[in-house]
């Protein structure tokens, strides 16, 4: 639900085709957005790919060090899909990195890019789609956020 002062609600559901992929496939984004209760129309959706790397890696100069980094590794924007008082149903193609952009600036994924969650080191991926509105209350921030965690 969409906030409103109460006069206007907007239900979104966001259905991906499965939730591990390889690099370079495509993940069919499903979304069905029932604005028909709102006269606050979709300004965008965006789909954004998030990687979260942490570990623990041992240094003889400094001891155990504790290494945490958080990126968005692709973004992709729909602008003005979904109108006041109407019903959208569509399907998008979002495509994920090559192996070479999702090893790249994480140290601890040089050789290793995929999904692991391990006692020394863990990467996780996320997809992020935001619903985004427009009006004066509500365009602040990016927007309502839906997360699927995926393994790749």
């Not at 003005?80 to 399907?91: H, V, Y």
């Not at 070479?100 to 140290?107: M, N």
């Amino acid at each position: 639900m969409i906030p409103g002062f109460k006069k206007s609600e907007c239900i979104t559901v966001v259905e991906i085709n499965k939730n591990t992929f390889y690099p370079g496939d495509q993940v069919k984004i499903k979304i069905d957005c029932d604005n028909t209760s709102s006269s606050i129309p979709i300004k965008s959706f965006k789909f954004k790919l998030h990687r979260k790397c942490m570990g623990i890696v041992n240094s003889e100069q400094y001891g155990q060090l504790r290494i945490r980094k958080f990126e968005y590794l692709e973004t992709m924007q729909i602008p003005k899909l979904c109108p006041a008082n109407f019903r959208m149903i569509e399907t998008f193609d979002f495509k994920i990195p090559s192996k070479e952009i999702l090893a790249a600036d994480c140290p601890m994924s040089n050789v290793l890019s995929a999904s692991i969650s391990g006692k020394n080191m863990e990467i996780l991926y996320y997809l992020r789609v935001f619903v985004k509105h427009d009006g004066l209350m509500v365009s602040l921030g990016e927007g309502q956020c839906i997360v699927f965690p995926i393994r790749i």
